[in-house]
């Protein structure tokens, strides 16, 4: 009998949180306009019942515009996918009309000097759901908001006073994924067992935009055109609460911001946390009357910017993060008892709806505080003894052009040389030059853009502790003391049409040879373009000058017509369009008789084209995987195959001249898989590998690698119980910039001028360097530490440590990081290490990689 009773509860129970209507979300004591659909009228069900995906979530949306005259739909972009990105503005008709004069009015509250009524002002609150595809409540509650928002009748009055920004996916393509993988596993008769493959997605999993990126790392470096058109939204709107619905783990409860207090960036003021405190109070109210558990102040914090929840706080605005236990899919068992859907989207929804409650309210509080943040900004720049900072590359406009292309994506000025100047001792090139003035609006995010910062109050960080830009970037920067925008030498950066500069060929037709310098960024992209042409593209290992008095560096590419059957013109109509498409100079060469070395000197190696495999699956991380096909893909045009792990013993490798394998395990090629990877390599083949994948390759003998282990366990008799978190956490490297000398004369260095390197760890990794000492080209320097937090127990296993080591196999070579080069697509700087390790591989000496 108790059997059976329990059964019956379970199936009540089960039947009950499904078989709901919209009245399960939707708050007491609202009537709602019959003319806007519901979400099953649009949809054919109930919310909850199935997850939405992206398409069915854009039809709704449109349905509700439509519908409404509170609302107004718009596309701000679009996805990898070429899915739509899209925005509901939700306001009083009247407003709807005004909106272009709301705009203006907000932007006021950024100079200082306007006069704004304060006291009229609506307040903005943007509403932003499921960054993360695979923490899809949020996005699912989406509907309901807009529902709620468009249809009720009893905020007509409110919503004269304030302004709603609905971004019902900020991850359309992650979304999709998702929906895609839970909804074709569900059963219409749930258990909710964690073992169910509904709950189990497949890699990369949906979490991740196309490139298998996490979009919410990228609000600052905005690398993603997700990104790039959500920025674009904040600054035209500057809203005074930023909401981002998250989900976490499924056996926790609900989090709402802030965070822990200790782990807020020291850039964002103390008035922020107290806000966001004020605002706090609103959803533990609303989440008491509805029972569900919840917390704050704990695990999370406000310290990267890069951080959806993050980014507003230093910009007068309050973001705000929501983390909900996941169900992950329909039903799933937790520490808390049986976790719904539906249960999962009503905690985001009531949150949603007490933020509103508070934005109203606080409507004038909310619109002084930003207008005080900016007046402050006046205040503390003409403090500040740093009146500005350039940045540049001597030899490189391409990365100095990204870094002040993504600063200009925030509403900041950037100015350009009119001329060479010289600072302290250090040129910067007018072509390649840019100067950011600290005495405008936007100056604490500046300041958090261009700092070091080693020192912290707190050791625990949610992301990363450091990023700094021009360091990023592998820039010359300096602050600079003195308004030197007042010289005549300087012009301010027009945004809209700020290009890369076009590339060219320099010289005539028919000459002897022609050379592209390494240098240049994008240089692989054109050599891969060149090798695809069918030329003979060949590599110098030495410099060389010519009668004119030009010297190129090692690396350099030369280039020939080789067996095309092309004519000189066809051929240099070739040169011009690879030049063009990747933004680099090609220089005619008159004569093979040039100083240093000959055009046919042994020191000049043929290329291969690159044939390019990229393991993933499996226990591969699909973030380190993503950033490399994103590199090849997106900005150096190289196909790449996606070979799954599990296909390794099956598939001819002899295809492909070069594997990479980004961090993970990779235990389960076992060891035929790693015969046939050893026998691959032996044969000529090239693997660039990092982290955990050059543990798989040490421990099956396949290539030389050791690796360091540092001390850092508690010592002593009785530590405090309570503590174990902290000191555990602390020595974690969660997210920092160390510094590291290159060898400019080894193929891994070619195109590098400086010696000094700036490169990015977020794990604790440590290599050894090779008893060779030619196969080290790149060693962390003796007080390796440049900006960021690295727990002092953990600095015996960076320094002096390798961070790029070769081993050679047979007749080929494995190139080894300890390092990611390709950290979230903004790290420019070390993007050349990793693509010279495709290209140039093939020449490293087998003498030097033993």
């Known amino acids: 009998m108790k059997k059976y009773t329990l059964s019956v509860l379970l199936a009540l129970f089960i039947t009950a949180t499904f078989a709901q209507d919209l009245n399960y979300y939707l708050p007491k004591g609202y009537t709602y306009n019959p003319a806007i659909p519901t979400p099953k009228q649009v949809l054919g069900y109930e919310v909850g019942e199935w997850h939405v995906t992206h398409d069915q979530l854009v039809m709704y949306m449109k349905a509700v515009a439509e519908a409404s005259d509170r609302v107004i739909f718009e596309e701000t972009g679009r996805s990898y996918e070429k899915r739509p990105q899209t925005l509901l503005t939700i306001t009083s008709p009247r407003n709807l009309t005004k909106l272009d004069q709301i705009k203006a009015d907000r932007a006021k509250l950024r100079d200082p000097g306007a ?49 709603l920004l609905l971004d019902p996916a900020i991850n359309p393509d992650g979304l999709n994924r998702f929906a895609s993988w839970v909804n074709s596993h569900k059963a219409y008769i749930l258990n909710g067992d964690p073992a169910q493959r509904e709950l189990n997605e497949a890699w990369p999993r949906g979490r991740t935009n196309h490139y298998w990126f996490d979009l919410n790392r990228d609000w600052l470096p905005v690398q993603h055109p997700e990104s790039r058109n959500r920025v674009r939204v904040f600054q035209s709107w500057l809203p005074n609460i930023h909401l981002d619905f998250h989900e976490m783990g499924t056996n926790s409860t609900f989090f709402f911001q802030p965070g822990v207090p200790s782990r807020m960036h020291p850039l964002t003021p103390a008035k922020n946390f107290e806000l966001t405190e004020k605002i706090g109070t609103y959803h533990a109210k609303a989440l008491d009357q509805i029972g569900s558990l ?16 993050t980014y507003p706080d230093v910009q007068g605005s309050i973001g705000i993060l929501f983390e ?14 049986m976790l719904s859907f539906p249960f999962t989207i009503r905690n985001q929804f009531t949150a949603n709806l007490s933020s509103y409650q508070a934005a109203k309210e606080m409507r004038v509080e909310l619109n002084q505080w930003m207008k005080d943040f900016y007046k402050g900004i006046k205040t503390e720049t003409d403090a ?27 509403d900041i000025k950037v100015f350009s040389l009119n001329e060479n100047i010289t600072i302290n001792g250090q040129e910067f090139k007018k072509e390649s030059s840019y100067i950011v003035p600290a005495d405008q609006p936007q100056y604490r995010l500046i300041k958090a853009m261009f700092e070091t910062r080693t020192s912290f109050q707190d050791s625990l960080f949610y992301d990363i502790s450091a990023w700094t830009y021009p360091m990023a970037f592998d820039l010359d920067f300096m602050a600079l003391n003195s308004k030197i925008l007042n010289l005549a030498s300087v012009k301010q950066v027009n945004k809209s049409d700020f290009s890369l500069t076009p590339g060219k060929v320099i010289g005539d037709a028919g000459a002897y040879q022609y050379a592209l310098e390494w240098t240049d960024y994008y240089a692989p992209k054109a050599a891969y373009q060149l090798l695809k042409a069918g030329f003979l593209v060949r590599v110098s290992n030495a410099e060389f000058t010519t009668p004119e008095g030009k010297t190129f560096g090692r690396g350099t590419i030369l280039i020939d017509k080789g067996e095309t059957g092309m004519d ?29 070395v000959n055009m046919g000197s042994t020191f000049i190696a043929p290329l291969k084209t690159p044939q390019i495999a990229l393991l993933v699956d499996g226990g591969v991380d699909s973030g380190e995987a993503g950033e490399i096909w994103h590199l090849l893909d997106q900005r150096m045009h190289m196909p790449v195959t996606l070979l799954p792990v599990s296909s390794v013993t099956m598939t001819n490798l002899d295809r492909y001249n070069v594997i990479l394998m980004a961090d ?34 040490a421990q099956n003998e396949i290539g030389n690698f050791t690796f360091r282990t540092v001390e850092n366990q508690e010592k002593g008799l009785q530590k405090s119980y309570a503590n174990f978190e902290n000191a555990t956490g602390a020595k974690g490297t969660f997210g920092a910039i160390f510094k590291a000398n290159l060898d400019v004369t080894h193929p891994i260095g070619y195109g590098y001028s400086k010696k000094e390197v700036y490169t990015f760890r977020n794990d604790n990794f440590f290599m050894e360097v090779s008893p ?3 196969a080290n080209p790149l060693v ?16 015996p296993g960076i320094q002096n440590g390798s961070v790029i080591r070769i081993s050679g196999v047979g007749r080929g070579r494995i190139v080894g990081f300890a390092d990611n080069p390709n950290f979230r697509a903004f790290w420019f700087g070390t993007n050349k290490l990793f693509m010279n390790s495709i290209f140039f591989g093939q020449v490293i000496d087998g003498g030097t990689a033993r």
């Open 115 to 163: 006069t704004v009524n304060i006291q009229n002002m609506p307040v903005v609150m943007f509403m932003g759901y499921s960054v993360h595809g695979n923490e899809p409540s949020g996005a699912n509650a989406s509907l309901v908001a807009a529902y709620h928002f468009a249809a009720a009748n009893e905020i007509s009055a409110d919503l004269e006073n304030i302004v």
């Open 294 to 309: 919840y917390y704050n102040q704990e695990n999370y914090d406000d310290f990267y910017y890069g951080k959806g929840s």
């Open 324 to 337: 909900q236990a996941s169900s992950r899919g329909h039903l799933q068992e937790s520490a808390n008892g």
């Open 384 to 410: 500040d003894a740093n009146k500005a900072y350039i940045f540049g590359a001597k030899d490189d406009d391409a990365r100095s052009f990204h870094l002040a292309d993504l600063i200009l994506q925030h």
């Open 568 to 596: 000189n013109q066809a051929f240099f109509a070739k040169l011009k369009e690879v030049a063009l498409f990747a933004h680099v100079d090609i220089h005619a060469i008159s004569t093979g008789y040039t100083s240093g």
């Open 664 to 697: 993970g395990n990779y235990n389960s090629l076992g060891k035929v898989g790693a015969e046939k990877l050893k026998e691959w390599t032996s044969k000529g083949g090239t693997i660039v590998a990092k982290g955990g994948a050059l543990r798989f390759l």
């Open 772 to 774: 060779n000492p030619y």
């Open 780 to 795: 962390y320097t003796d007080k390796p530490l440049a900006s960021g937090y690295l727990h002092p127990s953990n600095l």
